[in-house]
């Protein structure tokens, strides 16, 4: 902004230098109101009042996750002459994880991450690891894959037998970096790859941080990030589960983790100034995606970027007022947290294929609209899942898992784009949720003869 002679909205005192949406901040002014939006989520957070734990700082490098990072350090800093010395926020982990396999583009970040913590946060810890190491076994849990692989072979199933087969045999015959390659490869759509993106990086969040103790994840999503990722989710059909993507505190996914999001309440262009004014910016590192740098059509997610920040442009209140409504949203009352989507790990609603196939619009052809419920993994490219059927059901128990059981709607939707040999490729976590409730499910029929219905006395 060039120098007005306009006063500062705040101190009344000092002329403005900075314009946000209408109000006109001197620099300090602007300042102290940045860092009270952060301050005022964590002190309000009913979690951290509870429990003072260890926090994972998830840091991609981009304009935000560096804001944050600099927020907490000074939040956590106690000045000497300060009377009461009370430290809310328990010790914190930076956490990066390294995508150049996949974008060329970041194959310095990591890099200059490092050297940027050696320079301005020496004492934090700083922990990475590269996304294809999802498929090691620090992501995964092979050792109890292989304990229910012969429990399954008992009942004959070979269909399952074979499926744990494949996802155990895969690895071997390629390296990781190799694996994650040919796992986007076969993925057709921008918008499948950039959901499956997200998902793998919030579930090694999630395992990295249960590894380091920390029972808080921050998660540096901006006002901005916010309203456009309420706007996206909506229409990819994520709406059972928009309350936890979104929310500034969400302690309901997870029994162990608080997944937090201090940025919610900071403009892009706020962000960017208060980089600015702390020497960050020249540290910044543009995160890629596969839309990045591409035509607004190529992904739901680039377009709605293209749409809120296009509106925001001439209606500076769009991205505050929709990324607030985001954050009054709270998950339904009858919401199963146990029914858990095993690709990106957000509770989904029971019924879902039922429900599907009621609001299914099917072509005169007996050809239908609706993401392919027939869906499966074991499936081998010569047969097919459902013996070579086209358009039939998959039958599960005859032949491989339906994995949509096992999916939220806006994953199986996602999953229509996968060819097989994305499929076959998909991370050990997934297979490991799906080896888990597919047992409790076996399980659960097993005994069920022997249980009691209420209304039996
Ligand atoms: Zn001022
Ligand atoms: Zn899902």
Request: proline share 4%; net charge neutral; glycine share 6%.
């Amino acid at each position: 902004m060039k120098p007005t002679k306009i006063p500062c909205c705040k101190c009344k005192t000092e002329l403005a230098t900075v314009l946000i949406r209408h109000a006109y901040y001197c620099k300090v002014c602007f300042t102290f109101v940045f860092v009270g939006k952060y301050r005022s989520i964590i002190t309000k957070s009913r979690s951290i009042s509870r429990n003072k734990g260890k926090v994972l700082l998830a840091c991609s490098g981009g304009p935000s996750s560096l804001a944050m990072l600099n927020l907490t350090h000074e939040f956590r800093r106690v000045e000497p002459h300060e009377k009461k010395k009370v430290q809310i926020l328990g010790p914190t982990v930076i956490c990066h994880l390294d995508e150049s396999t996949i974008f060329e583009e970041q194959k310095d970040t990591l890099g200059k991450l490092q050297k940027l913590m050696k320079e301005k946060y020496p004492d934090v810890p700083f922990v990475s690891n590269r996304l294809e190491d999802v498929f090691s076994d620090e992501f995964s849990d092979n050792h109890h894959i292989d304990k229910s692989l012969k429990s399954v072979t008992e009942f004959g199933n070979i269909g399952y037998e074979h499926y744990v087969q494949l996802i155990q045999e895969t690895p071997d015959k390629t390296s990781p970096a190799d694996r994650l390659k040919h796992l986007f490869a076969n993925i057709n759509k921008n918008t499948s790859k950039e959901d499956l993106h997200w998902h793998i990086k919030f579930a090694m969040l999630v395992s990295i941080a249960r590894r380091e103790g920390c029972s808080y994840i921050f998660m540096a999503d901006s006002s901005t990030r916010q309203a456009i990722k309420m706007i996206s989710m909506t229409s990819k059909g994520r709406g059972y589960s928009i309350p936890m993507d979104v929310g500034a505190e969400n302690n309901a996914s997870f029994k162990d983790l608080v997944i937090m999001r201090p940025m919610k309440d900071m403009l892009a262009k706020e962000i960017a100034l208060y980089n600015r004014y702390y020497g960050l910016d020249a540290h910044v590192i543009a995160p890629t995606q596969w839309g990045t740098r591409m035509a607004a059509k190529t992904s739901i997610d680039r377009l709605t970027e293209e749409f809120i920040t296009t509106l925001d442009r001439d209606f500076p209140s769009t991205v505050s007022t929709v990324s607030r409504t985001a954050s009054k949203l709270t998950p339904s009352s009858d919401v199963d947290l146990s029914r858990r989507c095993a690709i990106c790990l957000m509770p989904h609603q029971s019924k879902i294929n039922e429900w599907r196939k009621r609001i299914t619009v099917t072509t005169p052809q007996g050809g239908s609209l609706e993401p392919d419920v027939t869906k499966s993994c074991g499936t081998t490219e010569e047969g097919g899942c459902c013996g070579g059927g086209s358009g039939g059901g998959c039958d599960s128990s005859k032949s491989g898992i339906d994995m949509n059981e096992y999916l939220c709607y806006s994953c199986q939707v996602d999953l229509k784009d996968y060819k097989e040999a994305a499929i076959e490729s998909l991370p050990p976590y997934v297979t490991h949720i799906i080896d888990e409730k597919e047992r409790q499910e076996r399980l659960r029929e097993q005994i069920e003869e022997f249980l009691l219905s209420d209304d039996e006395e």
